[in-house]
Nanobody
Framework: EVQLVESGGGLVQPGASLKLSCVAS????????MHWVREAPGKGLAWISA????????HYADSVKGRFTISRDNAENTLYLQMSALEPEDTARYYC???????????????????????WGQGTQVTVSS
């Protein structure tokens, strides 16, 4: 059984940092591009970042570029999202998702509303509020 389990969410003040984790099981982790997608109240899903299987290529949505960093540890089957300079607009449920592919697609593809994922986690809530 494939499982993606996110953790690390919470309530933080604007300007704070937070690191999310996603542990995968039941898959050959390196064979998957991994993504972070978020859903804010009333705003639907929004893709925010992707990383390839080897961990040497990444994409970011404009809304998080320069503030968030995606990374992975293939030895631990774990995906990370380091978030800094958090804003109230970052309040959302954050999901990790797995795309079985050898290479990342283009930034335009992922940010265009297509979600080519084979597996999703249950999400972790991030709330940014003073």
């Amino acid at each position: 059984e494939v499982q993606l389990v996110e953790s690390g969410g919470g309530l933080v003040q604007p300007g704070a940092s937070l690191k999310l984790s996603c542990v995968a099981s039941g898959v050959t982790f390196i064979n998957y591009n991994m993504h972070w997608v978020r859903e804010a109240p009333g705003k639907g899903l929004a893709w925010i970042s992707a990383i390839n299987g080897d961990g040497d290529k990444t994409h970011y949505a404009d809304s998080v570029k320069g503030r968030f960093t995606i990374s992975r540890d293939n030895a631990e089957n774990t995906l990370y999202l380091q978030m800094s300079a958090l804003e109230p607009e970052d309040t959302a449920r954050y999901y990790c998702a797995a795309e079985e592919a050898q290479e990342l697609r283009s930034l335009r593809y992922y940010s265009g509303g297509t979600y080519p994922y084979h597996y999703w986690g249950q999400g972790t809530q991030v709330t940014v509020s003073s």
